[in-house]
């Protein structure tokens, strides 16, 4: 009897192992970035599953759906809090109900045999999101949370390439087979994640995406973002972070650290490392010191403060939050603050206008320039932006050597397509070439913003919206120079004001630190230019505050002429560009006529003022211009107008 119990035995242990050794074949053991990795067969199909070194006491574990290896800073970051991490592969389901139907098992065979929680992390890259929400959807109280990185959510957009993105045809084909579906059932076909993830949202699973805002292939708005409805209308809660001037690679975050701390929230939280305080985003070069108007502020009870720059300077926003805050710092101060911001102008027209609309109104204490917008959208040159710049700087300093200058980097999503892109800005990199040469503090939001989106912060669709921020992005704006200058004046024990010393020589020798204005009068006219005291425009064209019904220098026909006898290194003009702006011609000294187009991306809209330099790098001394209206046009312009504000020059 015993020997019969025993054979029994044997065979049953024989037969269990014969089933466990068919199910997931022989296993080998590799390496996953320092992890025990180990890789066997599930039902004749690879499959992995990596090790914690102490695995978290929860056994939290995150699963990825495609690309096994691709981008893994999260899966390694977790791996090191002690989440394990499992694959099978899949990709010959794409992720259909077949899939779906693997995924259980598998599901069910990781839980018995590893004792994992019974909640998973699901990870989809691309293609990987129809996995993950198609079997998500059917397995609500299995999902912890989701990760899905430019995730495919309707397969009309991709493969399909239905609508704007480019789609794969060979893998439409393979969709369509493995979803048993024709071109024409595939238009209402709902078992995708556009429709099932309301499964998830109405199970409260909290969702995190990553993608490209300039993903072509699964492009954002035909999939995230319509998941994105569908969830918050069932009461779902979904983050999305955006990588502007990101496509559809590369995937993931370079630092997971928001990733990470997503999926931690949700899981683990003892584990999340401690929150960095808000001022670790931001990118202040404390340059110098910022005492000297401390001082003037405290101790004579007089301030000027003059703004310097463009459309988000002179439009109201953070320039009247940080009037408010100086007032309220200073309460018995008496303060005069200077607006000199003019929309649609960079450095360049700054320096030449700076003796005008700033230097004119009196001594200046305090002197906010930003110029990081307009000199990159509107095409000024490296060396432009800095002889711009420095000619701002330098002329501040001269006018008075107490001064003190903050600079200000503003945000746009070419910017933080750059950042994104492993690079500084061009017009970042020569600023603050200036700022570094003259010692002056600089503030670059555009680092900042874009940091602090990529870290799950708040985002530019629904929160920063616009270079010309929202109110809350205002108040970003607000809230880190407050940041700066309460950090300034912090430790100060400055009694007496230190005046700021100016270089032995120029950072460059053609900056426009003596630009100004030569008044129109100074110009011979031939018969086809007249001097209008007081111009308007009569199409009904938009306009900008201060330049109209100011006088200027008009011509519509092709061939008027005018001369101007000046004297210095350069020579420009201060123009409105609007629709009907001509290409004009010019000469130097009796050189060639050489031509220039006046009308800008931006003219068939606005009557635009534009500073257009003809020459910034001449001999010091006296010249001859002459200029005269070309009979040819841009081809969009509707006629051959010139008006002229203000000659420019640099002497």
């Known amino acids: ?103 259980n098992r598998f599901y069910d065979f990781l839980i018995r045999e590893y004792q994992l929680n019974t909640k998973t992390v699901l990870e989809g890259f ?49 969709h369509l087979e493995k979803y048993n579906l024709t071109e024409e059932s595939a238009k209402d076909f709902k078992e995708m994640p556009i429709y099932n993830a309301r499964k998830l949202a109405e199970a409260r699973v909290p969702v995190l995406h990553v993608c ?132 649609s102008t960079g450095s360049t027209p700054g320096a030449l206008r700076f003796s005008r609309d700033v230097l004119s109104k009196g001594t200046i204490d305090l002197l906010f320039e930003e110029a990081a917008v307009n000199d990159a959208t509107n095409g000024f040159k490296p060396e432009k932006q800095i002889r711009g710049m420095e000619g701002i700087i330098n ?46 503090p600089s503030i670059n939001f555009a680092k900042e913003v874009n940091d602090r989106i990529l870290n799950g912060e708040f985002t530019w669709r629904n929160d920063f919206k616009n270079l010309h921020p929202s109110p809350f992005g205002q108040e970003v704006y607000f809230r880190t120079i407050k940041y700066f200058f309460e950090t300034s004046w912090k430790n100060s024990t400055a009694i007496q004001q230190i005046p700021k010393l100016l270089p032995n020589k120029l950072l460059d020798s053609f900056s426009y630190i003596k630009g100004h204005f030569d008044p129109l009068e100074n110009a011979k006219l031939d018969n086809s230019w007249s001097y209008m005291k007081s111009w308007k425009p009569t199409d009904n064209v938009a306009t900008r505050s201060g330049f109209v019904n100011v006088p200027v220098l008009e011509a519509t026909k092709p061939g008027a002429t005018l001369k101007l006898k000046f004297a210095g290194k350069a020579i420009g003009l201060f123009i409105t560009s609007g629709p009907d702006a001509g290409i004009l011609e010019y000469s130097i ?52 107008a010139c008006r002229i504000h203000q000659f420019v020059v640099n002497n």
Request: proline share 4%; hydrophobic share 40%.
């Open 1 to 103: 009897m015993s020997q019969t119990i025993n054979q029994y035995i044997k065979s049953i242990i024989l037969i269990a192992f014969f089933i466990v050794f068919t199910f997931i074949g022989e296993a080998q053991e590799t390496d996953y970035h320092g992890f025990k990795c180990l890789n066997f067969k599930f039902e004749g199909r690879d499959a992995k599953i990596v090790f914690p070194s102490n695995a978290e006491k929860s056994r939290h574990w995150i699963w990825r759906a495609r690309f096994w290896g691709h981008e893994p800073q999260t899966e390694i970051a977790l791996l090191g809090k002690g989440f394990h991490l499992v694959y099978i592969d899949a990709a010959d389901l794409c992720g259909n109900h077949d899939a779906v139907l693997l995924w």
């Open 395 to 440: 002329q501040a300093i001269r006018s008075n050597p107490m001064i003190n200058i903050v600079m200000l980097h503003f945000v746009d999503q070419d910017k933080m397509a750059d950042y994104n892109n492993g690079k500084t800005p061009e017009v970042i990199t020569q600023h603050e070439k200036v700022a570094d040469y003259y010692a002056i």
């Open 212 to 343: 490209g805002a300039t993903d072509e292939v699964v492009p954002i708005d035909e999939n995230t973002y319509v998941l994105e409805k569908t969830y918050k209308d069932a009461g779902g809660k979904i983050q999305i972070i955006v990588k502007e001037g990101i496509g559809h690679h590369p995937h993931s975050l370079k630092d997971p650290a928001p990733i990470v701390r997503f999926i931690l929230s949700n899981t683990s939280p003892e584990l999340l490392d401690e929150a960095l305080t808000f001022e670790s985003k931001m990118a202040i070069n404390f340059r110098g010191n910022m005492d000297n108007c401390l001082i003037k502020f405290e101790k004579e009870k007089k301030g000027r403060v003059a703004f310097l720059g463009g459309s988000i300077t002179f439009g109201s926003g953070w320039r009247d939050i940080v009037c408010d805050y100086l007032r309220k710092r200073f309460p018995s101060t008496e303060f005069d603050f200077i607006n000199a911001g003019i929309p």
């Open 126 to 174: 691309s293609r990987g999101g129809l996995y993950i929400y198609n079997w998500g959807s059917e397995n609500v109280e299995k999902v912890a949370c989701i990760y899905a990185d430019a995730p495919v959510c309707d397969l009309r957009s991709w493969p399909g390439g239905k609508f704007k993105g480019i789609g794969s045809p060979s893998d439409w084909k393979q």
């Open 589 to 640: 000294d009796g050189s060639d006529f050489k031509a220039i187009d006046q009308f800008t991306q931006w003219s068939r809209q606005l009557h635009l003022p534009w500073v257009i330099m003809l020459d910034d790098e001449l001999t010091e001394g006296k010249h001859t211009l002459v200029l005269r209206v070309a009979s040819d046009k841009n081809p969009v312009s509707t006629g051959n």
